[in-house]
């Protein structure tokens, strides 16, 4: 071989042999990895209202700060108080429009006494102003999934109401033992969900939340000892409520507790004072929502 075909065949060697080092190699029954990321799903943002009868009113200053620091509810789940607010919530009303519903709300357009149930309300009207103000759509038209919680009042099971009658299901999640009788649906009598889930953070999770951010407006045993049978025996329904809660609002990643143990299920002349601190105890808890939705974030991007 001369040397001008010596040096040929070594330039085509050469070149070879860089090919066979360099080229990557995917094997024939594995695709090659694609580099472009792939896009995390949003993060689904739940809220959990409790109930507390006029208490409820604390809920709507929490939404008003969710909203005003850009805080997005996805699903919500409501117990009582909490149904009230929370289905018009889902229906579309923003925050300000729950308050200027909450000042002109006149007692007389949800109480009516049957005599017929023992002096009991009778819940009627609390279910034909809930179906006015969310124009009478049925729970799975709402704009935001919502659940309202009651009780199976002859086996003590947890109902969450999804779908049907919004005015139904919140009167039947907010019919007080005692207080309201009891609602009849589909051949069974259901009362008020706080009996089973104060905090209904287990129906936020059942509707697709990652993030369960709780409103706990409970009753707390106030530390005091009832001087009659009748105080002793609310005591221990509120010790018994509480002791319930806890357990759910174990499985919350945030919980908010406005301070509104002086105002009573009845104060609805208070109800300015509740929204207000709803807002303060939203607000305090702002930095710690925030904490958590970075966490999930970057657990869910990994």
Same mark, same amino acid.
């Given at each position: 071989?001369? /040397? /001008?075909? %010596?040096?040929? !065949? %070594?330039?085509?060697?050469t070149l070879l042999s860089a090919c066979a080092t360099n080229a990557p190699v995917t094997p024939a029954n594995q695709p090659a990895t694609d580099p472009t990321p792939q896009p995390v799903r949003p993060l689904k943002i739940g809220l959990a209202l409790g *109930?507390? !009868? !006029?208490?409820?009113f604390a809920h709507i200053g929490v939404i008003k700060m969710l909203e005003a620091n850009g805080i997005k509810v996805d699903v919500v789940a409501g117990t009582s108080a909490g149904s009230v607010v929370g289905s018009l919530y889902a229906s579309g009303l923003d925050a300000f429009q729950l308050q200027e519903t909450a000042f002109s709300l006149d007692e007389a357009?949800? /109480?009516d006494v049957g005599l017929l149930g023992g002096g009991l309300v009778k819940g009627q009207k609390l279910q034909d102003y809930v179906n006015g103000l969310v124009g009478g759509r049925p729970l799975e038209k709402l704009g935001k999934p %919502?659940? $309202?919680? $009651?009780? #199976?009042? #002859?086996? *003590?099971? /947890?109902?969450?109401f999804v779908r049907g009658n919004t005015g139904m299901a919140v009167r039947a999640s907010s019919s007080v033992p005692g207080v309201f009788e009891p609602v009849a649906i589909s051949g069974k009598s259901y009362v008020d969900g706080g009996v089973v889930s104060p905090v209904p953070v287990d129906a936020a999770r059942e509707l697709g939340a990652d993030i369960v951010i709780a409103v706990d407006i409970s009753a707390k045993a106030d530390g005091k000892t009832p001087r009659n049978?009748? *105080?002793v025996a609310g005591q221990s329904i509120v010790i018994m409520g509480q002791k319930l809660g806890e357990l759910e609002l174990a499985r919350a990643d945030v919980v908010i507790r406005p301070r509104v143990g002086k105002i009573g299920p009845t104060d609805f002349d208070q109800k300015n004072? $509740?929204?207000? #601190?709803? #807002?303060k105890a939203a607000l305090a808890a702002l930095p710690q929502i925030r904490a958590k939705l970075d966490a999930k974030r970057l657990t869910a991007g990994k």
């Open positions: 071989m001369n /040397r /001008r075909h %010596f040096l040929l !065949a %070594f330039c085509i060697a *109930g507390g !009868a !006029a208490k409820g357009k949800i /109480r %919502f659940a $309202a919680v $009651a009780t #199976e009042l #002859e086996t *003590g099971k /947890r109902m969450v049978l009748l *105080g004072q $509740a929204i207000l #601190e709803g #807002e």
